[in-house]
Each structure stands twice: as structure tokens, then as C-alpha cells.
């Protein structure tokens, strides 16, 4: 499922925009659904925002990021409970906004 149907505050950002996640990157989108409401979906999304210094990757476009920290921002917000281990460090993860 894609996550503007399956997240309802994502789908009000939007609006009537698609999402990039939906549409270019399926298995982000995917992966991301199935963490959603858990505690692992904050490890997923720092893999996927923190490149490790023997990997060689591409790393996705500004609009794509965007994305993914709004879709953290909206995660915290509904479920406070699960604290995202990065901010837990006393850090917190710039806001694209």
C-alpha cells in the first residue's frame, strides 16, 4: 500500500501531490509502512540518512529527504511513546519546512 492512503496526516501534507517515496523509491516506501507505530522505524530511517564510511552511496535527492523527515516529524507526533533514539542523544535531525 502506498503511504499517502495508509498515513492520513502524510496524505493532508501532500495534498494533492504524489509521493516521491510511493513512486520512486517502492521499497523505502514499503519498509518505512512496515515500521511504521514501532521503535524500528527510527534505526530504519538513520540507515537510511547516515552513510557509513566504507559505503558508497548515492544518497537520495533533497525533495525525497524531505519526505522522510516530515514523515519522522508526523511519527513522533503520533506516537510519542517511541522515542527516536537520535533525539534521545540530545541531537535532533534538522526540519525541512
Known amino acids: 500500500m502506498a503511504l499517502k492512503k495508509t498515513i492520513k496526516e502524510f496524505k493532508a501534507h501532500l495534498g494533492d501531490k504524489d509521493s516521491l517515496l510511493d513512486t520512486r523509491y517502492q521499497r523505502v516506501a514499503d519498509m518505512i509502512e512496515l515500521h511504521w507505530g514501532y521503535k524500528e522505524f527510527y ?6 540518512l547516515v552513510v557509513e564510511r566504507d559505503q558508497s552511496r548515492q544518497g ?31 541531537l535532533e535531525m534538522a526540519s525541512f519546512r
Do not use: C, M, R, W
Open 43 to 48: 534505526s530504519y530511517i538513520n540507515k537510511l
Open 60 to 90: 537520495f535527492p533533497l525533495d525525497v529527504l524531505q519526505e522522510i523527515y516530515t514523515l519522522q516529524e508526523i511519527h513522533e507526533k503520533a506516537f510519542p511513546h517511541l522515542q527516536s533514539p537520535v533525539k534521545s542523544n540530545g
